[in-house]
């Protein structure tokens, strides 16, 4: 998973206490995606951002909100934690459409909250 | 509703024989479609990709194949080895919607000596 960076790797919140997801890619690419894993349901799209400065809601993104703060990183917090919320996170990036989609993850982030 | 569909949540092949997953989609424009594979721990690595023009995709000893009019394609592992166990997602993008992926619940594949 070289490229994206993706930090921290686990996290214990209460519920109601707030977090942010640090993501960083170093690949110089436009997109980047916030997906959650969820047993037996696959990956499922929070946010994207197609370039730096813009972003979009995914399938799944109530509780969530996204910050892409330049070209390399793209943060997502949790403002109020639920244990809905309990979920592993991976972020990722791609190259531009024209140029093949292929989608690059990082390690992942596994958070529960209580 | 899901768009993408992988039936078949694992299976059991012996090392040496072919494994096949499949994949199956109903959103018709979804003209890009890819395979990744996932170890506990890690995040999902790509493996191999195809677009709509084409039915087949070589690389080694991983082919996809697509079936536009059954809106299914499927990944044949030849010969399968003990190190390609994982599970095994299915993702597919449209043209135009910044290459998002939407995946499928993914299949565990055991390749047993």
């Known amino acids: 998973n070289a490229g994206v960076t993706q930090t921290p790797k686990f996290q214990v919140l209460k519920t109601g206490q707030s977090m942010t997801l640090q993501c960083a890619q170093d690949?110089?690419?436009?997109?980047m995606y916030w997906y959650r894993q969820d047993p037996g349901m696959g990956l499922r799209l929070i946010y994207y951002?197609?370039?730096?400065?813009?972003?979009d809601k995914g399938e799944v993104p109530n509780g969530y909100n996204v910050s892409r703060l330049n070209k390399r990183e793209f943060s997502l917090r949790l403002e109020s934690a639920a244990p809905s919320q309990t979920s592993v996170y991976f972020c990722?990036?791609?190259?531009?459409?024209?140029?093949?989609?292929?989608?690059?993850f990082g390690q992942g982030t596994r958070l529960t909250v209580v | 509703d899901q768009q993408v569909k992988q039936n078949s949540p694992s299976l059991s092949v012996q090392e040496g024989r072919i494994s096949i997953l499949n994949c199956d989609y109903t959103?018709?424009?979804?003209?890009?479609f890819l395979w990744y594979k996932k170890y506990p721990a890690e995040g999902p690595t790509f493996l191999i990709s195809?677009?709509?023009?084409?039915d087949k995709n070589e690389d080694g000893r991983f082919t996809v194949f697509l079936n536009k009019s059954a809106k299914h394609l499927s990944l044949h592992i030849v010969p399968s080895q003990p190190g390609d166990s994982a599970v095994y997602f299915c993702?597919?993008?449209?043209?135009?919607?910044?290459?998002?992926?939407?995946f499928g619940t993914g299949t565990r594949l055991q390749v047993t000596l």
């Open positions: 993702a597919a993008s449209a043209y135009g919607t910044a290459s998002k992926l939407t």
């Open positions: 959103n018709s424009m979804f003209d890009y």
């Open positions: 951002s197609a370039s730096e400065g813009t972003t």
């Open positions: 990722a990036m791609s190259r531009d459409r024209g140029q093949g989609t292929e989608a690059f």
């Open positions: 195809i677009s709509s023009i084409k």
């Open positions: 690949m110089n690419h436009n997109s």
